[in-house]
């Protein structure tokens, strides 16, 4: 293997094509570097339904006991079970998924005991640096005293977990819909819903790396089509869909109409401080003003990060907050460890449904106030320049402009964020006014300046 790790080591995990960029090889010095960053004596490891993930798990774990730690591996897996296997285990964790890419490629999630985020600052760097010069070099030197490698299934006990966490005995019985994606969603459903009154219709349940219905992206507005079909044709009350580690959990109302993850956000944060009265809930700064709102509305304090699971947890455990919230549909939960899980929020959701009697799309309204653009990506050849260029349109207009994630743009009416992708040559924006008018006129605006070459 090469030793350049640059075009796999991303910002907060490992991720890319295999074989070609990387393989087990480079795996079992991934697992000896993060045993010497984390100086762990004992780790716990689990994977994906991709066709490599057993393989690189595997060797993974070999890499470690190598440098004499104790191996738990709980095998399949969703990236939320290994959150809790590491924070209930209280040992650093490592997860192989490739989220939402497609099926040639395999990633490393890696946490420190009690899901504490490891990323580029926080260990990743050194892994990489370890790892190349291992490649180069050859392996690092035996322990004395290898570590032991065992087995341990944590499905029940993830899933009695998650379920304590949210009181659902009094709910009313519900028909949902669940697109797994052909994801960890499959595998974890229907252990986390046995024994609760819901009616599951579920869709593409099969374990299968190669993704054959549609991409585990629910992000992306086609995969969710089906979704939305599906919950019309059933009648269902509502429908919900992960991404293929599921850690993401996307919901569509009884009208087939997807449900922003900011008014999930927002509904989850109301029921949060309901339980933790004046609590601090963290938003990062594309999720919708209805946060915020909310969020003071019901007496609790948010505060507004960057974009990113690592800035978010970070931010959790600076603040103590109760509960976070990003507009990629990731939902951080301090009673999960600071960490991110999308089932927990899904739980949420049922429970807010399931304890009333309106439909979802009323339910949601409160939390839905304003006209959103979305996300929209731009392919543009000087990420600065169109940056440069949308600043100078604004920056003597009646608004004001911070720079916290990119560039903000707020005006009484309306806001923008435009910011640059860390690995590819675009721009993405989002939008959001008090009404579609608006929110149309701006986003043509800011698109305009952005697609327009100087």
């Known amino acids: 293997m090469t030793a350049d790790l640059s075009q796999i080591v991303k910002a907060y995990d490992v991720r890319g094509v295999v074989p070609d960029q990387w393989d087990e090889s480079l795996a079992e010095l991934f697992g000896a570097a993060f045993v010497r960053v984390t100086d762990a004596d004992a780790i716990v490891i689990g994977h994906d339904m991709r066709p490599s993930s057993p393989g690189l798990a595997d060797a993974f774990a070999r890499g470690a006991a190598r440098l004499g730690a104790d191996v738990t591996l709980i095998g399949l897996c969703s990236t939320d079970q290994l959150y809790f296997a590491s924070g209930s285990f209280d040992l650093p964790g490592a997860m192989f998924t490739a989220s939402h890419n497609p099926a040639q490629y395999n990633g490393i999630k890696m946490c420190r005991a009690g899901a504490a985020p490891v990323g580029q600052d926080t260990g990743l760097a050194e892994i990489r640096e370890l790892a190349e010069g291992w490649s180069e070099t050859g392996a690092p030197e035996a322990a004395a005293n290898p570590g032991a490698i065992t087995h341990r299934d944590t499905l029940k006990d993830y899933a009695q977990y998650l ?257 640059a992708s860390n690995t590819e040559p675009l721009l993405r924006l989002n939008v959001e006014a008090r009404d579609e008018a608006t929110m149309a006129r701006i986003r043509d605006e800011v698109l305009a300046l952005v697609r327009t070459t100087a």
């Open 163 to 419: 379920t304590s966490l949210v009181d659902l005995t009094a709910i009313r019985p519900l028909k949902v819909v669940v697109d797994a994606g052909n994801g960890m969603g499959g595998h974890t459903v229907p252990t986390v819903f046995e024994g609760l009154p819901l009616d599951v219709v579920p869709m593409y349940f099969e374990l299968d790396g190669t993704f054959p219905n549609h991409e585990a992206n629910p992000l992306d507005p086609k995969n969710i089509v089906d979704l939305q079909a599906r919950v019309l044709a059933e009648g269902a009350d509502l429908g919900l869909a992960f991404d293929g580690d599921a850690d993401r959990c996307f919901v569509v109302d009884e009208r087939g109409e997807p449900v922003s993850p900011s008014a999930i956000t927002a509904l989850v944060a109301a029921r949060e401080l309901a339980k933790h009265p004046g609590g601090t809930i963290i938003h990062n700064l594309i999720t919708s003003w209805s946060v915020p709102e909310v969020v003071r509305e019901q007496g609790g304090e948010p505060v507004r990060t960057r974009v990113g699971h690592s800035f978010i947890k970070e931010e959790m455990a600076k603040t103590g907050a109760i509960f976070g919230g990003e507009h990629s549909a990731h939902y951080y939960f301090k009673d999960f460890w600071n960490a991110d899980t999308g089932m927990l929020a899904a739980l949420h959701v049922l429970a807010a449904l399931g304890g009333q009697e309106g439909a979802l799309s009323a339910l949601v309204a409160a939390y839905d106030r304003y006209a959103s653009s979305g996300e929209i990506n731009s392919t543009v050849a000087d990420q600065k320049a169109s940056a440069a260029k949308v600043r100078a349109t604004y920056e003597n207009e009646d608004v004001t402009l911070d720079d916290l994630d990119g560039l903000t743009v707020t005006a009484r009416d309306w806001w923008f964020n435009l910011r």
